[in-house]
């Protein structure tokens, strides 16, 4: 049985999704702009965060590319998405190697959007809001496997916070 943690969370997960690749602006948005969007859009899922700093980081460490004219596109906008929930719970290193394995046999856009799906997905299925988790297409993709791996990490570890801030205010309900 599912611990009914939080109802109001609960009831903005039954609704939540990532931006899809086209709905990332591709105006071309500036450190602060960017960082602010990236939070934005994680506004409601706690733990998942991005400052500047970081964003200047993973810039220098080439997980994302270099902005133009101080200005981040779409793709480092969708890079620093996954990135932002990745690392939760996986290294920067870790990240790094995915990002070029990703890189050899997918293209951003179709890596985001699979991102994006999974992750809502797999969100969905950890809080008990759908039953049944697809299985893995048999693709033989490493990568596939490996993010759904990461999704599962952080959605859980999302629900231990929940579930331990549930329980620090008293109130039990099952």
Do not use: W
């Not at 969708?78 to 997918?106: H, R």
């Amino acid at each position: 049985m599912i611990l009914k943690i939080d109802a109001a969370f609960l009831s903005s997960l039954s609704t939540y999704r990532l931006p899809s690749f086209n709905e990332i602006p591709d105006v071309g948005l500036y450190l602060n702009q960017s960082a602010t969007y990236i939070n934005r859009v994680f506004q409601s899922l706690e733990g998942i965060s991005i400052t500047e700093s970081m964003i200047s980081n993973y810039v220098k460490k080439k997980l994302v590319p270099n902005p133009i004219k101080k200005q981040y596109s779409r793709e480092s906008i969708a890079y620093l998405i996954f990135i932002a929930v990745a690392k939760t719970v996986v290294s920067l290193d870790d990240i790094e190697a995915l990002i070029k394995l990703q890189k050899k046999n997918f293209s951003v856009e179709e890596s985001y959007e699979y991102f994006r799906e999974e992750m809502v997905r797999v969100m969905k299925n950890v809080f008990g809001l759908e039953k049944n988790l697809p299985e893995i297409n048999d693709t033989g993709s490493l990568e596939k496997e490996m993010l759904r791996s990461i999704l599962l990490t952080v959605s859980h570890k999302m629900y231990i916070d929940k579930a331990f801030s549930f329980l620090s205010g008293g109130k039990d309900e099952r």
